[in-house]
């Protein structure tokens, strides 16, 4: 599996944004380094839990900076968030039924999602988001 680094292209440009972005990354490996360490079930449950909170808390505030700001392309935004987030909510139930190898597809499809999302559509919010004076 990939490792996941810190991309520039995945820089946003506003800070509070691009800081989410960085600790949903850091969930994200610490899940990664548990899963190849064979932590236990329970810990890797818990991360689990964490990276969608986190996400859950980042997707919102993203999505409320944006409709504040009226970008006019949320609703296609909302819908990659959406998306991810019901990937999500597929895995972590398969977890539940002990398909722990599940866990590392999750991770990598996070990963490519992640990628894109940022290095691709937040390139478009991004910089819109700085017109508008978004800091
Ligand atoms: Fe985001
Ligand atoms: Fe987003």
């Known amino acids: 599996m990939a490792t996941l680094t810190w991309n520039q292209a995945c820089n946003v440009g506003v800070q509070s944004i691009d800081d989410q972005h960085g600790a949903l990354l850091d969930a994200l490996n610490e899940l990664r380094s548990a899963l ?55 895995y972590d139930s398969r977890f539940e039924s002990r398909q722990s190898d599940s866990v590392f597809e999750l991770v990598e499809y996070m990963r490519k999602w992640f990628t894109s999302h940022t290095a691709v559509s937040g390139k478009v919010y991004g910089p819109w988001l700085l017109l508008q004076g978004v800091r």
């Open 36 to 90: 190849l360490k064979g932590s236990e079930s329970k810990t890797v449950r818990t991360m689990l839990r964490q990276v969608r909170e986190l996400l859950e808390m980042h997707v919102a505030s993203e999505e409320q900076m944006l409709a504040r700001a009226g970008y006019p392309k949320l609703e296609a935004h909302r819908a990659e968030h959406k998306k991810l987030l019901a990937r999500l909510a597929l």
